[in-house]
């Protein structure tokens, strides 16, 4: 059986690009996923304004889906309550905040928030994780393919314009690697990516989104698309150039006991 994910991130409505936005609810339905995560930020300053309109759009994409929240998907700029209460928004207009999962068929997905709306530290926008959950998560006794995802990138990505800066992110990618976790699906940076996570014993593969607003990073608003077939996944960064998505980056990943490389498809849109 073939599993489809689609994966969207950084929506930011509030500062959407809003013909982006509405295109990626035909081609997210158009690509038939098996399931749609969505990786946090949905909004721009966790206004309720914004939540609404992030609600909305959210029920217009194709179901199952999961979503977890980003460090944006707190009140932002109410620093009162970004500390004391940071995601009852979120709860209020999109669901469950700190762990939602998924299983199917073959397939096991877990999220857990990688984002706090204070730390003792002066970025409180980067990530942060607690172990615990991730030692005790249970996976199931029959998934054949294991999906984790969170806002932030859980190790620091070369070449992208941000970093997550998380807090025991590398331990946290070591307990689900050691999990045989195979993707760990991100958002943050804006950028979409691809790359084996260094020192794991069988491949377990870090994937970023990009964004779907007006806030990019030196790539033009994206989403990506990730099918899971025999021997590899095939990562398709679609990337909006004003009138439609076309492909912009595109990785197959070779799975558990399949040797060969990583495989860099297609490196630009003007190259598809």
Same mark, same amino acid.
């Given at each position: 059986?073939?599993?489809?994910? %689609?994966? +969207?991130?950084?929506i ?6 809003? &013909? %982006?936005v ?7 339905? &158009?690509? &038939? ?10 909004? @721009? ?15 217009? @994409?194709?179901?199952?889906? @999961? ?10 700029? #109410? +620093? ?7 995601f #009852? ?6 669901? *469950? ?33 607690? @172990? ?12 054949? +393919? ?10 620091? /990505? ?14 946290? %990618?070591? /307990? ?20 084996a ?15 779907? !607003? ?9 989403? !990506? ?20 998505f076309?492909?912009?980056k ?8 399949? %040797? ?9 849109? *003007?190259?598809?």
């Open positions: 059986m073939t599993i489809r994910i %689609a994966h +969207l991130s950084d930011h409505f509030g500062g959407e690009d809003a &013909a %982006a509405e295109a990626a609810v035909a081609a997210v339905a &158009a690509f &038939a996923p098996t399931l749609t995560v969505v990786t946090g930020d949905l909004t @721009l300053n966790g206004l309720p304004s914004e939540f609404r309109a992030a609600r909305a759009w959210l029920d217009r @994409l194709p179901w199952p889906r @999961l979503v977890t929240p980003g460090n944006h998907d707190t009140p932002y700029w #109410n +620093l009162l309550l970004r500390a004391l209460v940071p #009852n928004r979120y709860r209020k207009y999109i669901g *469950e905040p700190q762990v939602v999962a998924h299983d199917a068929p073959g397939l096991a997905v877990r999220c857990i928030n990688s984002a706090r709306g204070a730390q003792p530290r002066p970025d409180w926008s980067k990530g942060a994780m607690a @172990l615990q959950p991730l030692r005790t998560l249970d996976w199931g006794a029959a998934a054949t +393919l294991k999906v984790f995802g969170c806002h932030h990138p859980l190790i620091d /990505i070369a070449g992208v314009p941000v970093t997550g800066g998380v807090h025991r992110g590398e331990e946290a %990618a070591a /307990i689900l690697a050691a999990a045989d976790v195979d993707l760990i699906l991100t958002g943050h940076v804006h950028v979409p990516f691809a790359l996570l260094p020192g794991a014993l069988s491949p377990c593969y870090a994937l970023g989104a990009g964004t779907l !607003s007006i806030r990019t990073r030196g790539a033009p608003a994206s989403f !990506s698309t990730i099918v899971a077939e025999s021997a590899a996944f095939k990562v398709t960064a679609l990337g909006w150039n004003g009138r439609e076309g492909v912009l595109e990785w197959r990943l070779p799975r558990r006991g399949v %040797a060969p490389p990583i495989e860099d498809l297609v490196v630009t849109a *003007e190259s598809a």
